[in-house]
């Protein structure tokens, strides 16, 4: 064999040896690391249903309210209880059943802490009802999920538009989520991110013609009518509707009905107020602007109930 061949040979049998190195090593440390491993598994349960658990900590959305007082009540943990003594999916449920909460998970930190992660539902209108004579004001989210709503800004609530002209059934212990409100929801978000100072203004969302003419009418405070088409570009019937309300502001004492659903066509019909008032029977402010209604079964027996 020639000096070439036999140094070749040595180079083949040093590969050979030093993968046979490299495999024999990571076996050996992971069988290592497994026997490390049956040596303390056992002792961290033992650990764990001795050590009392410390308060949960709540994690929540940026835009979040919820807090840890919240988070107490819901999930209602006996004093000095271990995390191995949780029931994870029990405690999920509970969080859950707060329609204001719209995702959860609950994650074990050995050896005393859990943590609770939880997405936000926030409302964008409100709803009044007369639930056994007594008045209730609930919040609608995105999705059209009515919750009682915990943590939020009064002042924030405030400028949240009443919802009217709608239809809501029964579910369980509170009511089936408001249908195509995530329409209303976009014509909401657009008219506060595009056009805040007409958003301010907003009293009333009716959504009675939604399903029949795509139509979302809105009441302004100045009793100034405003109809939206569904399936068009919100932006611009936002832009021209800032540009048909700032001509608006030159005729006072009259209110308007602006019919935006149209396209390029926009109606405006005019009327003096105090003309359009005359007949009408005095109310209470309040009453004139909040749309109150009462549930009641129908005359069928249905499951819905109409507001």
Known sequence: MSRGGKWRRVLQGARVVTVVAVVGGLLWGAWMVSLSLRKTAPQIPTIAKTVPMKAPE????????????????????????????????????????????????????????????????????????????????????????????????????????????????????????????????????????????????????????????????ITTRDHTTIVFGAKNAFFVQLANLDYIMERRLKLPGTRARIDLSLGREVPVMIEPLVAATADAKPEPAQGAMVPFFTAFPDSSLSSKREL
């Open 58 to 217: 709540l994690r929540t959305t940026r835009d979040g309210v919820l807090d840890s007082a919240w988070l107490a009540r819901t999930l209602e943990l006996p004093s000095r209880v271990s995390l191995l003594e949780l029931d994870l999916e029990r405690l999920r449920s509970r969080v859950l059943a707060d329609d204001q909460v719209l995702t959860a998970s609950l994650t074990r930190v050995f050896p005393d802490r859990l943590i609770v992660q939880v997405t936000e539902r926030t409302p964008v209108a409100r709803v009044r009802l007369g639930l056994e004579g007594q008045a209730r004001d609930l919040l609608v989210a995105r999705d059209g999920v009515l919750l009682a709503g915990s943590g939020f800004d009064p002042a924030m609530i405030a400028t949240l538009p009443w919802l009217a002209g709608l239809t809501l059934a029964p579910e369980g212990a509170g009511f089936r989520p408001v249908p195509r409100m995530n329409e209303v929801a976009r014509l909401l978000t657009d008219a506060q991110l595009a056009a805040e100072h007409l958003y301010r203004s907003w009293q009333n969302v009716s959504l009675a013609r939604l399903d029949s003419d795509n139509e979302i009418e």
